[in-house]
């Protein structure tokens, strides 16, 4: 029954070694963690912008 969850292969070697072999950020070394660091920074970017737009509308008024 638990078969499936005690008897799995040990993966942690081999995802140690590809980590650890490439010379990139490690933010960015595993395979689509470039897909959510660059979501993240447009998300937080428009988040940004849009806020710097409310505060120049609300400094000048209408």
Do not use: C, W
Not at 15 to 25: D, L, T, W
Not at 29 to 42: H, Q
């Amino acid at each position: 029954m638990f078969d499936s969850l005690t008897n799995r292969p040990n993966l942690v070697p081999q995802k140690q070694r590809y980590a650890q072999g490439r010379g990139e950020f490690t933010h960015l070394k595993m395979p689509r963690s470039r897909l959510y660091y660059y979501g993240y920074l447009a998300v937080f970017g428009t988040g940004m912008v849009l806020t710097a737009g409310g505060i120049k509308t609300l400094i000048q008024g209408k």
